[in-house]
C-alpha cells in the first residue's frame, strides 16, 4: 500500500504533517477528516528502492513518441495571474455556483473561456483534481502562487459549511477592494515620481553640462581670485559628478544592498517596518492601509467560518509589515490563553484606541467579524482621503524643491558676474 505524506491544520487552525497509508489520495483525505484534519497537500511519496536490485542493470524503456517536457520557463513564457484576472475569475465562478451550476461543470464553462493562458492551464488542473476526488480548496491548494493562504481556507470554511458560492463572492469582494486602496496609492504617486524625475534629471544636465563651462569662463576672467563660496560649493558638487561619478553610484548601490540584506533579517525587518509606519506623511498611510489589511483579512475569513486562530495564523502572515505582524502573534498566543483580542492590540501601541475600542465591543457584542469589516471600510475612507491628502501636500512641497535647487544654481552662476562687472568697473 503506497505512503502520502500530507500537510494538514487542526481545528485550532496549527499546521501538521506526515505520513500515512492509503490505496489513494481520497481513502488518507477521508482518514484525515474523520481525525480532525483539514488537509491542504496531500503527495504520494515514492517507494525507496530494494538495495538487493540496485545492482542489476535497468531495463532500456522502448522507443516511442517523447512526452511533452513540462519546464518552469513554459510558465514563465505564458503569463501570470493577476489579482484583477484573479478576482474575474471568482466572481463568475461564485455566479454560475449560485445558479446552480456543478462546481466541475462551472470549472470547465470557464477555462473555456478563459483568455489568459495561465489561468486557464490552472483551471484545467483543478478540474483534473476534483474530477480525481479531491475537494475544491485541495485543488487550489496546488497552486500557492496563485491561490494563497487566505484564498484556500475561506474556501475550505465554505464548502465544510454548505455556503461555497457566498464564500467565493466574499472573496471576490475583497480582492477588488484589496485592489482598489492599492491602485489609489499607486495612481498617487505617478505625478510626484514624475515631477522627481524632472528635477533630478534637469539638476544632473546642469551640473554635468552647463556649471564647468561657466566655471572655466570664471576662473579665467577673475584671474586667480578664488570664486565665492556658493559657486565653489556647486563648482565641487559638479566636479564629484563627473570625475567621481563611479563612486557615486558605487555608494548609492551599496546602501540598497545593505538595506535589503537589513530587510532579510527578522531584527533588521522590524526595524524597517517600524520606521516606515512613523516617518513623516507617509507613515500614517501605511499605517491605515496595514490596518485596513488586517481588519477586512480576519473579518472576512472570521464571517466565512474560520477559526479565530487559523485566521490570526493568516493574517499574520498577510499582513505585510513585521510590527503589524508581532502584535497579531501576541493576539493569536493571548487568544490561545483564552483572553481577549482588544487587550495586546492596545499593549502593541500600533492600533488606534478607536480600533481598539470597536474591537472590544465586538467581542462583549458577540459581533466581532462584522465590527472588523466596519472598521475595515472606514479605513479605506479614511486611506482614500489621506492619499489625496498627501497628493496635494506632495505637489507644492516638490515645485518648491525644484526651485530651490535651480534657484541655487543660478544665484551660484551670478554671484562671479557681479565680481567680474565691479571689477571691469573699477
Known amino acids: 500500500?503506497?505512503?502520502?505524506?500530507?500537510?494538514?491544520?487542526?481545528?485550532?487552525?496549527?499546521?501538521?504533517?506526515?505520513?500515512?497509508?492509503?490505496?489513494?489520495?481520497?481513502?488518507?483525505?477521508?482518514?484525515?477528516?474523520?481525525?480532525?484534519?483539514?488537509?491542504?497537500?496531500?503527495?504520494?511519496?515514492?517507494?525507496?528502492?530494494?538495495?538487493?536490485?540496485?545492482?542489476?542493470?535497468?531495463?532500456?524503456?522502448?522507443?516511442?513518441?517523447?512526452?511533452?517536457?513540462?519546464?518552469?520557463?513554459?510558465?514563465?513564457?505564458?503569463?501570470?495571474?493577476?489579482?484583477?484576472?484573479?478576482?474575474i475569475f471568482t466572481r463568475q465562478l461564485a455566479t454560475l455556483i449560485d445558479a446552480g451550476v456543478p462546481l466541475l461543470r462551472a470549472l470547465q464553462i470557464l477555462q473555456k473561456q478563459e483568455p489568459n493562458p495561465a489561468l486557464k492551464r490552472i483551471i484545467s488542473q483543478m478540474c483534473e483534481a476534483v474530477e480525481g476526488g479531491a475537494t475544491f480548496a485541495e485543488a487550489l491548494a496546488q497552486h500557492p502562487k496563485v491561490f494563497d493562504r487566505l484564498f484556500v481556507n475561506m474556501v475550505r470554511a465554505g464548502e465544510i459549511g454548505g455556503v461555497l458560492q457566498l464564500t467565493l463572492a466574499r472573496l471576490a469582494e475583497f480582492v477588488e477592494k484589496a485592489e482598489k486602496i492599492k491602485t489609489?496609492?499607486?495612481?498617487?504617486?505617478?505625478?510626484?515620481?514624475?515631477?522627481?524625475?524632472?528635477?533630478?534629471?534637469?539638476?544632473?544636465f546642469l551640473m554635468i553640462v552647463i556649471i564647468p563651462k561657466f566655471t572655466d569662463i570664471f576662473r579665467d576672467l577673475l584671474k586667480g581670485k578664488e570664486l565665492p563660496i556658493l559657486t565653489q560649493f556647486v563648482s565641487n558638487f559638479?566636479?564629484?559628478?563627473?570625475?567621481?561619478?563611479?563612486?557615486?553610484?558605487?555608494?548609492?548601490?551599496?546602501?540598497?544592498?545593505?538595506?535589503?540584506?537589513?530587510?532579510?533579517?527578522?531584527?533588521?525587518?522590524?526595524?524597517?517596518?517600524?520606521?516606515?509606519?512613523?516617518?513623516?506623511?507617509?507613515?500614517?498611510?501605511?499605517?491605515?492601509?496595514?490596518?485596513?489589511?488586517?481588519?477586512?483579512?480576519?473579518?472576512?475569513?472570521m464571517t466565512s467560518g474560520v477559526q479565530i486562530l487559523q485566521a490570526l495564523n493568516i493574517v499574520r502572515e498577510t499582513?505585510?509589515?513585521?510590527?503589524?505582524?508581532?502584535?497579531?502573534?501576541?493576539?493569536?498566543?493571548?487568544?490561545?490563553?483564552?483572553?481577549?483580542?482588544?487587550?495586546?492590540?492596545?499593549?502593541?501601541?500600533?492600533?488606534?484606541?478607536m480600533v481598539v475600542s470597536m474591537i472590544m465591543v465586538g467581542e462583549e457584542t458577540g459581533r466581532l467579524p462584522e465590527m472588523l469589516v466596519k472598521i475595515a471600510d472606514n479605513y479605506d475612507t479614511e486611506v482614500d482621503a489621506a492619499v489625496d491628502g498627501l497628493t496635494s501636500i506632495i505637489e507644492p512641497i516638490l515645485i518648491i524643491f525644484l526651485a530651490v535647487v535651480v534657484g541655487t544654481i543660478v544665484v551660484a552662476m551670478f554671484m562671479p558676474l557681479i565680481d567680474i562687472i565691479s571689477s571691469l568697473q573699477g
Open 319 to 353: 499582513a505585510g509589515n513585521a510590527v503589524i505582524s508581532n502584535a497579531i502573534q501576541k493576539v493569536h498566543d493571548s487568544v490561545k490563553e483564552g483572553e481577549t483580542v482588544a487587550g495586546p492590540l492596545e499593549a502593541s501601541k500600533v492600533f488606534p484606541s
Open 1 to 87: 500500500m503506497p505512503n502520502f505524506k500530507y500537510v494538514a491544520a487542526d481545528s485550532q487552525g496549527a499546521e501538521k504533517s506526515g505520513v500515512m497509508q492509503g490505496s489513494n489520495r481520497a481513502v488518507v483525505m477521508a482518514k484525515l477528516r474523520e481525525s480532525g484534519l483539514f488537509p491542504s497537500r496531500i503527495d504520494e511519496v515514492a517507494p525507496k528502492a530494494d538495495p538487493r536490485r540496485s545492482a542489476k542493470p535497468a531495463a532500456k524503456p522502448a522507443a516511442g513518441p517523447k512526452k511533452e517536457i513540462n519546464m518552469p520557463l513554459l510558465s514563465f513564457l505564458t503569463g501570470r495571474v493577476k489579482k484583477k484576472q484573479l478576482m
Open 184 to 204: 489609489k496609492v499607486k495612481g498617487a504617486m505617478v505625478y510626484p515620481i514624475v515631477v522627481l524625475l524632472m528635477a533630478l534629471g534637469i539638476t544632473a
Open 238 to 301: 559638479s566636479d564629484v559628478l563627473i570625475h567621481r561619478f563611479p563612486m557615486v553610484l558605487g555608494v548609492v548601490v551599496a546602501v540598497v544592498l545593505l538595506t535589503r540584506l537589513l530587510a532579510m533579517t527578522k531584527p533588521g525587518r522590524y526595524l524597517l517596518d517600524r520606521l516606515k509606519i512613523t516617518m513623516p506623511m507617509f507613515g500614517d498611510l501605511i499605517k491605515k492601509v496595514s490596518i485596513s489589511r488586517f481588519s477586512r483579512t480576519l473579518g472576512t475569513l
